[in-house]
């Protein structure tokens, strides 16, 4: 599942089982005025997407939704 961090926060490696696959993230739609907050814990930046290993060849067959895993992203509520 993909994972959401801020720029300033980076590439998740602690605890995350594959590890992103990648070294860019991708940018979630309305990136940085976007709902998609940082899931580090004392985090409120808006977040980029680290894409899983699978995740990633789907993106490059053309798919654009991604499942956020449990306790790797926040959203902002209107």
């Known amino acids: 599942m993909a994972i959401a961090r801020c720029e300033n926060c980076g590439k998740p490696t602690h605890n995350v089982k594959p590890p992103p ?34 995740e990633e060849q789907q993106y490059e067959t053309g798919r654009r939704i991604f499942e956020i895993h449990t306790q790797t992203a926040k959203v902002n509520v209107q």
């Open 21 to 54: 696959s990648s070294n860019k993230p991708y940018l979630p739609a309305g990136y940085p005025n976007g709902e998609i907050i940082c899931g580090r814990p004392a985090c409120e930046n808006p977040a980029m997407i680290w894409l899983k290993p699978d």
